[in-house]
Each structure stands twice: as C-alpha cells, then as structure tokens.
C-alpha cells in the first residue's frame, strides 16, 4: 500500500512539473514576446551574393532595402531611390537615392554603397543572373547612381528587388566574411541567427519611415510541415506557409485568418519537343486538350490552384493577355480528332517511341501524373510513369520525353523568353523548342519602350505559343498563409518575397 | 590491453579511408549537379560553369579526392560547405551536442527500460506479464518511428500542451518526447535480447547449483545469471548507440532538432560532398570508438576475454 502511494505521489509530481514547464500551447504571448514566422528552408547564409536560399531572403527583405521593390500588381516601385531615369536608348539608368537611409551601424546610405553592393553581385555567381545585364555602374554623385547595360531590357528594374543594398564598411570590415551577421537600411536589424535553427530581429528604432509596429521577431526553420503546423496550433508558431494537406485541422480553428495567394509559380508536363511523335504539334495540342486540369487541382492540389493556360498568369504578370489565344479546355473528343489528323486514329502507345512521363515521386505531382495517366487512357493513349530524383538536371539537359516539373516566373512576360526562347535551351527551355519567330517576337517586344505596344507584341506572341503546345501547362499554385488572430499580416504572391513584416501590425 | 586498443585505433585509418573513398565516389555518380541546387534552375549556365571553376569541380575524380585527403592529412581541413562556405568542421560540430545528447539519453532510456523488464520478463516467463511484455515490445520494435512521434506531439504538445512540439530552446524538456521516440524502439530491442539470452542462463547448472546452496534468488538473477547473458545485450547497445546517433534522422526531422542526421539529409539534397563526407567521417569514427568501447568492455564483464586481451 505505502508502495503504491508512493508511485502515485511521484507520478502527480512529474505530472505537475510538466504542466508548470510545459512549453506547449494556450499560454498569451505578450507584444515583446518574438512573433514567430515559419520558414521551410534552412538558412544557408547572411551573405546576399552567396545565397539563393528562400530563407536567407526572407530576413533580407527585413534587414535590407533594395532600389526599388516589385509590386503585386507587376509594376515596380520606389524604394532606396526616390526616382529614376531612362535614356532614350534604354542602356543607361540614372536612379536618384533617398538622402535620409542609414545602415544599422549609424552610417548613412550613400551611392558608393550601392556601386559596391552591385559589383559584390557582378563578381560572385550565386545572383548573377539578376545582374548580367550591367556592364557597369558608377556612383555620380553621393545620391546617384547610374548603370549602364549591354542589352536592353525591361528585367533589369524587375530585378533591383533582387540585390539588396549592404554597407560597404560593415562588409569591408568584415572582410566578407558575415555569414551570421547583417546591416542593411531596413526595419529590422539582426540580432543574432543560428543557421541551423533560427534568425532573431528586432525592429530598427532611427528607421526613416519609422520604426515599425512589431518589436521583435523571430524566423524559424522547422524542417517538418506537419511539425510546423502543430506549432501553429499550439501557439508556438504566429505565421506560416501551410501545405494545403495540412488545412484540414485549420480550417474550422477561429484562432487563426487564413488566405490564399496567387504565386509567380507553374506546375507543368514539360515536353521534349525534339522526341518523335512529340515532335508533331498536333500530338501536343491533343495532349493538352486531353489534360482535365480542374481535376488535378482538387485532387492532387487540394483545390488550391487555379487551371494555366501558359507558364504565366495574366493575374500578376504584365504583357500577359490571352484574349487572341484559343482557348484550351478539357476536351477529349477534339483530342482525339487532333490525334487522328495527327496520323494516330487509333491511338497512341508512347512506350513503342520509348517516351514516359519522368515523375517526382512522393510529391503532388507524382498524384497529378497519375490522373493525367487516365485522361490519356480514355482517348486511347498509353503513357507509362518513371519516377525522377533529378528533374532540374534531366530537364535542362533535355534528357527526358516527358515530365512533371514546376517553373517560376516573373512579373514581367519579357522573363520567359528563358523557357520559349532558344537562348532558354540548356536551361529553362525544357522544351528544346528552337522557333525563329517566338526569339524574334521577345526581342522585339524587349526593346520596345512602349508598355502598351509591348504589349499588344505579347498578347500575338502568346496565342502563338500557346497554338505551338510546347508543354502541358496544369495549374498556378496558390499559397496558404494563416497567422494568429493577434496580428493583422501581408501576404505577397512571391515564392521569394512573400513577407514585409514591417507592413504588419498587432490586432486591436 | 593497451597494444590491442592502440592497434583497433591504428585500424581505424584504413577504415576511415574507405568510407571517404566509397561516400566520395557515391556523392560523385550519383545524378545532379551542385551548381544547379545551390544557384537554383533560373541560374544562368555561365554563373553554374562560374561556380564549379570555384569549387574545383572542374577537376577529374581522383584528382579531387586526393586534394581531399591531402588536405586533411596535411592540414586537417576538409572543406568548407558548398552550401553555407563554412569550414564543414563548424556547421559539423555545432550540430554534434543535440545528436550526442538524443543518442546518449535514447539509449539510458532504452537501457533502463529493456534490460530490467527483459529480466523479468525472463524470470516471469509464460506468466501474463511476460506475453504482455513480448506482444509489446514487438509492436514496439515494429512501430514506424514518424508514427509514434507524431503521435506524442498530438498527445503531450498539441492536445495536453506538456511538451514543447519541437525545437531545442526548451532545455531538457525538449529532448523528452525524442528520446522517448528514439529509445522505445531500441528498449524493446534490448528488452528481447535480454530475455532470450537470461532464458539461456538460468536454465544452467550452475544456476541450479547456486539455488540449491541457498544462495537468494535476487543474487541468482541479478549477480550470477545477468552478468552471463550481458555480453549480448552489450553489442546491442553498442551497435544501438550508433545506429541512434546517425540513424534519428527522422526524430530530428520531425522534432526539428538541429542534429547530424538533419545535416546529413539536407547536405545530400544539396549535393553537398564535403558536409556529407565530414559528417559520415565523424559518425564512423565514433560507431568505431564505441564499438572499441564494447570490446574492452567485454574484459570486466568476462575475465576470460580480459584473459585472451593479454595475450
């Protein structure tokens, strides 16, 4: 008996000091208490020039500013300049600077620091891409800057965003060498990251706009979604990206608002436009129309996504008009009248030309080459299934028939020429499409300064693209964030950029 | 003793040779390219051919895995991470105190748990207790590990809110639900090794011998029977310990601790060799140090072994 009180004190003990400790849900956090943002990746570095990881970029927009930022709607707004200029030949760009910024060590913004972060860009390959286009840049005075580019194009403003501006002492003193440490202009100011785990913020008080309504934050790195989500649940986590598997458990949870954005991001078949019979357009254009879209979407993709056209939306995507593009619905009759005219009346078994669609197994798109599968199965195609580990490497290299595979893009049509131009082959173009005229449509269109007959030039080329199939464009993927019911949150349709926590605020 | 244990530890270069060798040349052949998960698919060819000149990858194979070795012999350097530039030792070791604590308090866990209910498990054997315990640890061994830690999360984070549901900043109290994730299964391991081989002991002679010169029966379990049917559950443990600390890949997943097993994973998704190499070099190097552990272990458990040491 005394035995067995015994274990009964101690079990009431243990249970007690895990209910004192516990650092689970239900507790209120104060407004000092870290807002919690969660990040699926983990952080790489705090060197802007040697990273391209979505983590280390989500406390740059934070602690960093960058000339200009691009907005929702496409168009690109001031930032650390307060306006620029064009010259009439389009090479030359002269942006005047906001004279108030200061970095977190109290130095003010001048233009020799923006010369400086731009050429830490140029030098270094990881952002190359955003920068190739500069062939050089020189400060005019404290509060100018000009740069001059080797080609013409609209990207090169879409892409300040991408380059943030760094204090040249800070990087100077540190022989680039801050692979834990930041000092930008921006709102927040880093307090201290473990790469592994967790970047802590806290709000930057002489900020030239003010400082902002949230006084610290923290970006946490949970390497399991359905971890995360419980986080969230708890209470541990304040904001999240949430899969949409996992919306079932939120859905009906009042503590939380929920909204869904419209991304810069594709799922797509790609085609290989060089493998006989996908060579033949009419092949392509029937395994469009034979692709149930709506379909995929509920069933692969939890409904959350909207059915694509193109690998680009018209929602936030400028020059992107399909008003003289035909329309390409789920249509298996005209499929098989396009299969028939194609030389295939009775149709098509792909493992006689040796095509299969390449799969990445364990994913949404593994789900959505499966239903895909049916709808072929239904207007006489037979297309077998191989799982991938290497999609980006199997797609650039052209070694693949058909395949799943995302693709991002950006808020200007002028960005996918890497995808339908030649210039795109060995890299983005995983069609292997060569046409004289889609290359000639997107220099015209690049060179052009009007916006409107830019415009018109895109609205030609894409009902052309789209009647040329070069993939099966399946679906935008729409992101799911939910925060706490204590703060009022932003979401922006950026993979990359999709949090200004300066814009955020405590809920009354 | 001490010229077995100098060469077991001399025995460790060829081993830790071959393991660099064949992680190098699977890291090497097996498909992707660095340059392109580190830059990302919209990266330009030029900046990816840029990037490979940097990190040597433009040498042939056994070129760069003899830099490599030269560089550890000469200078005890092996490379910095593709991914983060750091010297891989520093994004190595900071992670080595989270996997050495799951690891060691997994296997106490899994210690203190199958080896005393192994025992009675043993002496009680064919009783209600004894089916209860071997249906048990079976389900036990055979639970999926994501399972059972999702399953603690719910009950002790999401639904009780006791425990933290990830992480490390709780202290000690984060690390209770994934030992008790990583050592369950192994102490039900050496709950059934245990029983088996106690089953073996105390039908002995000299177990009878003992019960019958009225020698007390705890003595006969505990001092006599146990310290035979030991040697076993020793390579158990052993072999345990160093499954734990590279293999709880999926505890530190699920539980996002910062550990090895976690760097490993995100290493080889990022094609990163010289993590990947830097981290499977270490766990070598200690799966061998505690298997030596195990050994010279074996001489206080076994005076005949201590014996044949000597010669």
């Known amino acids: 008996m005394k035995k067995k009180i015994v274990v009964l004190l101690v079990l009431v003990m243990v249970v007690g000091m895990f209910t004192a400790c516990g650092g689970g849900g239900g507790s209120a956090k104060s407004e000092d208490d870290p807002v919690v943002v969660y990040t699926p990746d983990i952080f790489n570095t705090m060197v802007p020039y040697d990273t391209t990881a979505n983590s280390d970029q ?8 960058t000339l200009a930022v691009t907005q929702d709607d496409g168009s690109v707004k001031a930032c650390l300049a307060t306006d620029w200029t064009i010259s009439d030949d389009g090479l030359e760009y002269t942006f005047n600077l906001v004279k108030d910024a200061t970095f977190h060590n109290g130095e003010n913004m001048k233009a020799s620091d923006v010369v400086f972060s731009y050429e830490k860009f140029m030098e270094t390959a990881a952002k190359k891409n955003f920068v190739e286009m500069i062939s050089s840049v020189e400060a005019v005075d404290d509060y100018t800057v000009k740069f001059t580019l080797s080609k013409v194009t609209p990207l090169f403003l879409v892409y300040t965003n991408e380059v943030p501006i760094m204090s040249e002492k800070f990087v100077t003193e540190n022989n680039g060498e801050f692979n834990d440490k930041a000092c930008g202009t921006g709102p927040y100011e880093l307090v201290s990251i473990d790469l592994a785990t967790a970047a802590e913020l806290t709000r930057y008080e002489d900020y030239r706009l003010g400082a902002a309504a949230i006084p610290n934050v923290e970006i946490r790195y949970v390497s399991d979604t359905s971890t995360a989500t419980v986080q969230l649940e708890t209470g541990e986590m304040d904001v999240m990206k949430v899969e949409p598997t996992q919306m079932e458990s939120l859905e009906n949870n009042d503590n939380f608002s929920i909204e869904e954005v419209q991304t ?124 991938t580990s290497t999609p980006d490497e199997d797609a650039e290299s052209g070694n693949f028939a058909m395949m799943t595979q995302t693709l991002s ?35 015209k269109a690049e060179s052009e300064g009007d916006q409107a007959t830019r415009q018109e030039l895109y609205k030609e080329l894409i009902a052309y693209i789209i009647d040329q199939a070069p993939s099966v464009p399946i679906f935008h993927h729409e992101l799911i964030y939910a925060w706490s019911n204590r703060l009022n949150c932003v979401v922006h349709d950026s993979t990359v950029h999709p949090y200004y926590i300066y814009e955020w605020s405590f809920a009354e | 003793m001490v010229k077995y244990t100098v060469k077991r530890l001399l025995l460790l270069i060829p081993i830790l040779l071959g393991v660099a060798f064949i992680i190098f040349t699977i890291m090497d052949f097996t498909p992707g390219d660095p340059a392109i998960r580190i830059l990302g698919p919209e990266s330009s060819v030029e900046a990816r051919e840029q990037l490979r000149v940097e990190l040597g990858l433009n040498q042939p194979f056994l070129i760069r895995f003899f830099e490599y070795i030269k560089d550890i012999v000469l200078n005890l350097d092996f490379g910095e991470s593709y991914r983060t530039g750091n010297p891989v030792f520093e994004d190595v070791f900071a992670r080595v105190p989270v996997s050495l604590t799951l690891a060691f308090s997994g296997m106490v866990l899994a210690t203190v748990m199958g080896l005393p209910l192994g025992v009675y498990s043993a002496v009680k054997q064919y009783s209600k207790s004894d089916s209860f315990l071997r249906v048990a640890s079976t389900v036990l061994v055979a639970m999926p590990t994501f399972w059972l830690a999702m399953l603690l999360i719910l009950v002790f984070a999401l639904y009780l809110g006791w425990l ?56 006969v379990i505990y001092k006599h029977s146990l310290q035979n049917a030991l040697l076993p559950v020793i390579t158990t443990i052993g072999t345990s310990f160093g499954a734990i600390m590279g293999g709880s890949v999926i505890a530190e997943s699920v539980f996002n601790m910062p550990g090895l097993g976690q760097l490993i994973v995100l290493s080889i998704e990022a094609k990163d060799t010289p993590c990947v190499l830097a981290c499977v070099l270490l766990l070598a190097f200690f799966f061998a140090v505690v298997m030596l552990l195990v050994d010279l272990f074996y001489a206080f458990v076994d005076p005949r072994i201590k014996a044949k040491y000597s010669k």
């Open chain 2, 164 to 219: 933290p549901s990830g992480g490390v900043t709780a202290g000690w109290m984060s690390y209770i639900l994934p030992t008790i994730t990583v050592g369950v299964p192994y102490g039900s391991k050496i709950l059934r090794m245990t029983r088996s081989t106690m089953l073996e002991e105390i039908r002995q002679d000299y177990v009878r011998t003992a019960r019958a010169k009225g020698v007390p029966e705890k003595v």
């Open chain 1, 58 to 65: 989500m406390v740059f927009d934070q602690v960093y500013e």
């Open chain 1, 409 to 443: 893009y950006r808020a200007d049509f002028s960005y996918n020429v890497c995808q339908y131009g030649t210039s795109g082959i060995g890299g983005n173009n995983f069609s292997q499409l060569s046409d004289p005229y889609i290359d000639e449509m997107f220099a």
């Open chain 1, 264 to 387: 810069l991001k594709t799922a797509v078949f790609a085609i290989n436009c060089t493998v006989e019979p996908l060579d033949n357009k009419l092949v392509r254009q029937a395994l469009n129309y034979a692709c149930d879209k709506q379909s995929i979407i509920d069933v692969a993709y939890e409904g959350y996504a909207t059915v694509a056209q193109l690998q680009a939306s018209d929602a936030n995507c400028f020059g992107v008009d399909f008003s003289e593009a035909e329309e390409v619905t789920y249509d298996p009759e005209k499929a098989k009248e396009l299969l028939a005219e194609a030389g295939y009346p009775d149709g098509l078994n792909f493992s006689d030309y040796g095509v299969v669609l390449d799969v990445m197994g364990g994913t949404y798109l593994e789900k959505a080459a499966q239903i895909y599968q049916q709808n072929l199965a239904e207007i006489g195609v037979t297309l077998e299934l191989r799982n």
